[in-house]
């Protein structure tokens, strides 16, 4: 009997060299946690049919601060960050989110290189990392290079990431302010979000929204009129100016607009 899985190529990787050498020489795609890939697998949709696991390449793991910087390996589970002191210390609405990502099983095989490269707009780490300024570790075989994440998608579900890299770390510079972090969804847990921001309220406040364009958006202009003390209704206009959400199966835009409005207002009141 075939299965889903019966026409899949897959070859399993023991080392970062290895996986980075493979992906020179074959066309293949990087699986780790599974968690997003097998869900478009079970429904028919994914294309890819040649696969790496790098799942077993223990270099990608690791919670480390080199340098200020805290460094989160790209296999980096949700589970690891919801245990992680050094998270908890430097960034906790990471952790907020973190606990909102599925169920415990999810939590546990689930990595933030997978969240990020998978691409979706409504991923729930991804509008912490923005906000956090965050950097992506890319690296191919003999070459690195380190992609500010507001720079890393180019539309939705595709970014500046090449066939022949890997997202081997997240980089997050130290965040000076009050952290905050909010997902609107169908539950708190287990279900997409119809709408998930981050937000850090310090000298320079930042905002960062998922499921309002086709990636992520870190809202600029809005965070300029926070800064510069500008009314609220002035900084939520500005904010419905920057968003583009749609109208699909979880929500409608005109609800995420009214939402992403009042998270503006509440983040701005719960951090003041």
């Given at each position: 009997m075939r299965t889903a899985v019966s026409s899949l190529d897959l070859r399993r990787a023991a080392s970062l060299d290895e996986a980075l050498r493979v992906l020179n020489e074959e066309s293949r795609t990087p699986i780790a946690g599974a968690t997003d890939l097998y869900v478009a697998l079970n429904f028919g949709t994914l294309a890819p049919r040649r696969f790496i696991d790098i799942w077993g390449v223990d270099?990608?793991?690791g919670i480390s601060v080199r340098d200020d910087m805290l460094v989160l390996g790209g296999l980096t589970t949700y589970a690891a960050i919801i245990r992680s002191a050094l998270v908890a210390e430097r960034l906790p609405m990471l952790i907020d989110a973190a606990r909102q990502v599925g169920g415990p099983q999810i939590q546990n095989r689930g990595?933030?290189?997978?969240?990020i490269a998978n691409g979706s707009p409504a991923a729930d780490s991804v509008p912490v990392f923005a906000a956090a300024d965050a950097i992506i570790v890319l690296r191919s075989l003999g070459h690195e290079r380190r992609i500010p994440i507001t720079q890393f998608y180019t539309?939705?579900?595709?970014?500046?990431m090449r066939a022949d890299e890997l997202i081997v770390a997240v980089e997050v510079p130290r965040v000076s302010g009050r952290q905050w972090f909010r997902k609107v969804g169908t539950r708190a847990a287990q279900a997409i979000s119809k709408i998930?921001?981050?937000?850090v309220r310090g000298a320079a406040?930042?905002?960062?929204?998922?499921?309002?364009?086709?990636?992520?958006?870190?809202a600029y202009a809005t965070e300029r009129a926070l800064g510069a003390g500008e009314s609220m209704e002035h900084a939520a206009l500005t904010l419905r100016r920057e968003i583009?959400?749609?109208?699909d199966v979880r929500s409608t835009a005109g609800y995420r607009t009214l939402v992403a409005e009042r998270l503006?207002?509440?983040?701005?009141?719960?951090?003041?």
């Open positions: 270099e990608l793991r990595t933030i290189a997978g969240n539309g939705y579900r595709t970014s500046v998930v921001v981050a937000g406040p930042r905002f960062a929204l998922g499921s309002v364009a086709p990636t992520v958006v870190r583009a959400p749609i109208d503006l207002r509440r983040f701005w009141i719960e951090t003041g």
